[in-house]
C-alpha cells in the first residue's frame, strides 16, 4: 500500500492568515493515465469527511477559492490563503492512484 | 442532489453482528460504486472496502477480511456493510463513500452522514 505522511499533524492557525499543509506519498502518485488522484478532504467535528480538492487542485462545488492545492510526484500541498473560523478541524489528503486508495494521518487546524 | 443517507446508532455486544445501509439518491446508483470507511472516535481514516455497484465485484481491506461482507440492491439504491464477530475495538463511526464503479482511480467524492456502532459488554 502507498504510505501517506501528512505534516504537521497539528496546526495552530491567526484567523485571517495563511496555512498550508504538507502531504508525500510512498510512491509517485502519477497514474497510468498521467493524471495525480491526489484529494484533499475537510472534517469538522462531529461531521463527515467533506471533499474539498481532487486531483491535486482542483475545487469542489461550493469550496471558497480560498483553498487551493498543489504538488506533483511524491509531494502535495494544501493552502488555505486567509484562514476562517469555519476553516476549523481536521485535514486528510487521500491517494487514489493506487488501489487501495489510502490516507494520511490527519492534520488538526485550530485557531490560536 | 447527491446524497447518501445512513441507518441510525447501533449497539452491540460483543461477538454479534451489525449490518448498516446506505441510501442513495440524486445519482444513476449503478453508475458509481460505494466504499466504506470507519473512524474510531478521535482517530483517522481507515478503509474498510469497496462494491462496484454495477457488477457486485468486492475488495476488502486486509485487515478486515472474513469479517466484513459489502452487498447493494439496486431495486432501492441502498448499500449495505455488515461487520460479524464484533469485538471492543470495532466501536467506530462507519462511512459509506461514493467511489469508482470499476477499475480506476478512487473518487470518494460525496459521503454519507456516518452511522455509530458502539460495541459494548
Known amino acids: 500500500e502507498v504510505v501517506m505522511t501528512q505534516s504537521p499533524l497539528s496546526l495552530p492557525v491567526t484567523l485571517g492568515q495563511p496555512a498550508s499543509i504538507s502531504c508525500r506519498s510512498s510512491r509517485s502518485l502519477v497514474h497510468s493515465d498521467t493524471n495525480i488522484y491526489l484529494s484533499w478532504f475537510h472534517q469538522r467535528p462531529g461531521q463527515s469527511p467533506r471533499r474539498l480538492l481532487f486531483?491535486?487542485?482542483r475545487r469542489d462545488s461550493g469550496v471558497p477559492d480560498r483553498f487551493s492545492g498543489s504538488g506533483s510526484g511524491t509531494d502535495f500541498t494544501l493552502h488555505i490563503s486567509r484562514v476562517e473560523t469555519e476553516d476549523v478541524g481536521t485535514y486528510y489528503c487521500m491517494q487514489g492512484t493506487h488501489w487501495p486508495p489510502t490516507f494520511g494521518q490527519g492534520t488538526k487546524v485550530e485557531i490560536k | 442532489q447527491v446524497q447518501l443517507v445512513q441507518s441510525g446508532a447501533e449497539v452491540k455486544r460483543p461477538g454479534a453482528s451489525v449490518k448498516v445501509s446506505c441510501k442513495a439518491s440524486?445519482?444513476?446508483?449503478?453508475?458509481?460504486?460505494i466504499s466504506w470507511v470507519r473512524q474510531v472516535p478521535g482517530q483517522g481514516l481507515e478503509r474498510m472496502g469497496w462494491?462496484?455497484?454495477?457488477?457486485?465485484?468486492?475488495d476488502y481491506a486486509q485487515k478486515m477480511q472474513g469479517r466484513v461482507t459489502l452487498t447493494t440492491d439496486t431495486s432501492t439504491s441502498t448499500a449495505y456493510m455488515e461487520l460479524r464477530s464484533l469485538r471492543s475495538d470495532d466501536t467506530a463511526v462507519y462511512y459509506c463513500?461514493?467511489?469508482?464503479?470499476?477499475?480506476?482511480?478512487?473518487?470518494?467524492?460525496?459521503w454519507g452522514q456516518g452511522t455509530l456502532v458502539t460495541v459494548s459488554s
Open positions: 463513500v461514493r467511489d469508482v464503479v470499476g477499475a480506476g482511480a478512487a473518487v470518494f467524492d460525496f
Open positions: 440524486g445519482y444513476t446508483f449503478s453508475h458509481f460504486g
Open positions: 486531483r491535486v487542485s
Open positions: 462494491i462496484s455497484v454495477y457488477n457486485g465485484n468486492t
